[in-house]
């Protein structure tokens, strides 16, 4: 018996993590929070949709808490313009909080909209190039106007 490892509990396996200070809810949204340095407490930076989003919020705030020093999520969107601002003067933790909610809600938005674009231009393809050849056209196909277009 020595040497073995206990047995693994169901349901206890370390998940993989794609970005440092996100978490995925049971429901699907993604949530991202941070620890304030020097304290037990957390600041909360929103629920979002997307795990890039949430990632974004988290890098931000981690931003204006540590500075350049900080091990970001996505290292090569730091903006000049605030470089650290937050990590000598000791900003308030609401201030954080919406800064990076901003930039999370941005992110979050942008993705969407990308996906839905992505989606209605797949799904548009999808109906033009496989046609249901067991219905009759309608008025608004394209094949009636361009056999309408034929006959003028």
Do not use: H
């Not at 049971?26 to 340095?37: D, S, Y």
């Not at 800064?99 to 033009?128: H, I, N």
């Amino acid at each position: 018996m020595e040497g073995q490892l206990p047995p693994k509990k169901a349901g206890t396996e370390p998940k993989e993590r794609l970005f440092r200070g996100v978490r995925m809810r049971k429901w699907g949204k993604w949530v991202a929070e941070i620890r304030e340095p020097n304290k037990r407490s957390r600041i909360w930076l929103g629920s979002y949709c997307t795990p890039v989003a949430a990632a974004k919020a988290y890098d931000t705030a981690l931003f204006y808490l540590r500075g350049r020093a900080a091990r970001l999520n996505f290292p090569d969107d730091v903006s000049v313009d605030d470089a650290g601002r937050g990590a000598d003067i000791g900003m308030p933790a609401a201030w954080i909080r919406k800064k990076a909610a901003e930039v999370g809600t941005k992110v979050d938005a942008l993705q969407l909209r990308s996906a839905s674009v992505f989606s209605s231009r797949s799904q548009e393809e999808k109906r033009y190039k496989n046609p249901d050849l067991n219905r009759e056209p309608t008025p608004e196909s394209s094949d009636d106007e361009w056999s309408s277009g034929l006959l003028q």
